[in-house]
């Protein structure tokens, strides 16, 4: 029998007790906060709306129940404006006034699952508006595409949704959102929660039925990952007990989500295992640069941004250094923590007190294993670039800052994973300052004069203090021993003279043990 025809409904958001109905749950109250900041005012209500994610686990494991789930659920469109009937039809009607403002006003929607203790679906909420000028915050994102009654609205985020622990547990949910990056768009399809707990189990099951699943370990999630076509990279602390210091745990993510890679990260909670999907941060201030010294410019990251099934989508959460102790050694050790914080209601909406705060609750989250799906053909790992980046720093140290007892210089490093065409286009773009000259020469000499390069390039950037300095182009498809270089781009003159200096003294370099580059084909881009 078919479902039975229902309106769409339109709700004040205020007053819509569609969200009342999930005031009491974490996430509702969370969504329902996130909202509030974003000025939310109307929702419009699928009263019937079939999810791929959700027929998958209803027909894996749901139609299967006694207790007689629906196959359909509810889809809620959020809006900044007021939305009534008359506008509405409107919309439908392809009023071009009414469409543009629908379109701006549109926050994000979320799927509304007949599970009762996990009712949220798919769901992308718009992000904060980015209220700094001088410090980036850096996601992996995509857009969605959405349909209401035939008109297409956009927003652009990342899925989230709740782990429902009958066809998926956290892990799962974290590598679905993953999974739903931008970076992969061109090559695979994103798989639901089912396919994901059946590609993970496939080889490894531990004599555990398929469904319900309770979760996923590290060999599970890499053959997840494997089976989608994609390869896993697995990063464990550099701390005692597998935790990770600030320095590592930032490093490394900035490196990955500036690539368009989320990054999940299994760890520990309130004493209890728990798997997140990182997809942002804020770029750091570099406020505590040594001269002298080589820094890693991500090392002094203190924001990022997650999802958290047990929460929300986008939570915002603070890095602080928290110190602990090992049986058996009297030396305390220091670990990274993440803190959720959301931010301060004032500065976006009125909606919500700075009293309202829906993750002043939530526990330090303590990461000690990140797992990263990238596309088959990189056979490097952030990991490595930022070791190469390093030593390449320290090459220049030596004559940056002869004088050791009075170094006058800071240099930082910084290493990407990043697709050709967005490293040639957007990122030269934002480099060389849209100085068409200048830009075209760069161009033209990377298309011309160096061999094809790989389509995902290794990225080390090379700054005096926040200034860029060179960027130096890996092959990704070769192996960490070989790492040849397509090429070297100089920002500054400066890089001509000591590149020089370091080829005329190579051979004293390789005797005191200090590895030398080949810095390949040189590209003056100033």
Request: glycine share 6%; net charge neutral.
């Amino acid at each position: 029998m078919f479902h039975q025809p229902l309106p769409l409904e339109i709700q004040d958001f205020q007053q819509a007790n569609i969200l009342d109905d999930f005031q009491g749950s974490t996430q509702g109250n969370y969504i329902k906060c996130y909202l509030k900041d974003l000025g939310a005012k109307s929702i419009v209500i699928e009263p019937h709306y079939f999810d791929k994610d959700y027929l998958s686990e209803f027909a894996n494991f749901y139609s299967t129940s006694s207790r007689g789930y629906p196959n359909s659920c509810k889809r809620i469109h959020f809006f900044s404006c007021d939305i009534d009937r008359q506008k509405l039809e409107k919309l439908l009607g392809e009023d071009s006034i009414v469409c543009k403002e629908i379109q701006d006003s549109y926050l994000g929607f979320s799927v509304i699952r007949p599970i009762t203790v996990a009712p949220f679906g798919n769901t992308v909420l718009k992000w904060y508006p980015d209220l700094s000028t001088s410090h980036q915050r850096i996601r992996a994102l995509r857009n969605y595409h959405v349909h209401l009654s035939g008109i297409s609205l956009c927003v652009e985020g990342l899925s989230w949704q709740q782990q429902d622990t009958g066809v998926g547990a956290c892990a799962t949910v974290a590598l679905w959102s993953a999974l739903h990056s931008s970076a992969f768009d061109e090559y695979h399809a994103v798989p639901t929660t089912a396919q994901i707990t059946k590609a993970a189990t496939k080889h490894i099951n531990l004599g555990l039925p398929v469904f319900p699943n309770s979760g996923l370990n590290v060999h599970q999630i890499c053959d997840a990952i494997k089976e989608m076509g994609l390869t896993p990279m697995v990063l464990t602390g550099d701390q005692p007990s597998a935790f990770f210091s600030t320095e590592r745990f930032a490093s490394n993510c900035a490196s990955f989500i500036r690539s368009g890679y989320p990054v999940i990260a299994l760890g520990a909670i309130n004493g209890n295992g728990h798997a997140i999907c990182i997809s942002g941060f804020r770029e750091a201030k570099l406020t505590n640069l040594q001269n002298g010294m080589v820094n890693l410019s991500d090392s002094e990251i203190d924001t990022i941004y997650l999802h958290d099934d047990n929460l929300g989508p986008n939570v915002r959460a603070k890095l602080s250094t928290h110190q602990y102790s090992v049986p058996g050694i009297q030396t305390q050790f220091n670990r990274v923590g993440l803190k959720a914080k959301a931010p301060d209601p004032s500065k976006y909406s009125s909606q919500r007190t700075s009293g309202d705060d829906p993750t002043n609750w939530y526990y330090d989250f303590f990461p000690y294993t990140l797992i990263v799906a990238v596309h088959s053909e990189i056979r490097t790992s952030a990991d490595h670039l930022n070791g190469k980046a390093l030593s390449i720093g320290n090459l220049f140290n030596i004559f940056l800052n002869p004088n050791k007892a009075s170094p006058t210089t800071a240099i930082t490093t910084s290493a990407t994973i990043m697709d050709l065409n967005l490293y040639v286009g957007k990122s030269l773009s934002s480099s060389l300052n849209n100085v068409p000259q200048v830009l075209s020469k760069v161009r033209l000499e990377l298309l011309e004069k160096i061999p094809p390069m790989s389509y995902h390039l290794g990225v080390i950037r090379l700054g005096i203090g926040s200034q860029k300095f060179l960027d130096i182009l890996f092959d990704t498809t070769d192996t960490d021993r070989n790492h040849p270089v397509f090429a070297t781009i100089a920002y500054t003159p400066s890089v001509n003279t000591i590149i020089s200096t370091i080829n005329s003294v190579k051979p004293n370099l390789i005797s005191m043990g200090i590895p030398v580059i080949n810095f390949s084909y040189l590209i003056e881009a100033y």
